[in-house]
Nanobody, 123 residues
Framework: QVQLVESGGGLVQAGGSLRLSCAAS????????MGWFRQAPGKERMFVAA????????DYGDSVKGRFTIFRDNAKNTVSLQMNSLKPEDTAVYYC????????????????WGQGTQVTVSP
């Protein structure tokens, strides 16, 4: 069993930056693909970014490409999401997820989820 806890969310003005972190307990993340998703009120959970177990492969949703960067530190059992040039439409609850298999853009790829952290971007 993997427990995931996100942190780093908050309120930021448009154009600002935030770094989200996902810390794992219960098991090493070194063999898991990791993803970040987000969910705005009244909308479905959407893919943001993913990184393979080695960190050698990353993938980004079209709306965040070039602005967000996903990276991991297997020694610290963490995965992070650096978010730059934030826009009001980035406002959502952000979730960290772990996949025992390959990474992907669909929630069904992921077996473990954190509780989420709120990101609010003001105009």
């Amino acid at each position: 069993q993997v427990q995931l806890v996100e942190s780093g969310g908050g309120l930021v003005q448009a154009g600002g930056s935030l770094r989200l972190s996902c810390a794992a307990s219960g098991r090493s993340l070194s063999s898991y693909g990791m993803g970040w998703f987000r969910q705005a009120p009244g909308k479905e959970r959407m893919f943001v970014a993913a990184i393979s177990w080695s960190g050698g492969t990353t993938d980004y949703g079209d709306s965040v490409k070039g602005r967000f960067t996903i990276f991991r530190d297997n020694a610290k059992n963490t995965v992070s999401l650096q978010m730059n040039s934030l826009k009001p439409e980035d406002t959502a609850v952000y979730y960290c997820a772990a996949s025992r298999a390959t990474i992907g853009r669909y929630t069904t790829f992921y077996s473990y989820w954190g509780q989420g952290t709120q990101v609010t971007v003001s105009p």
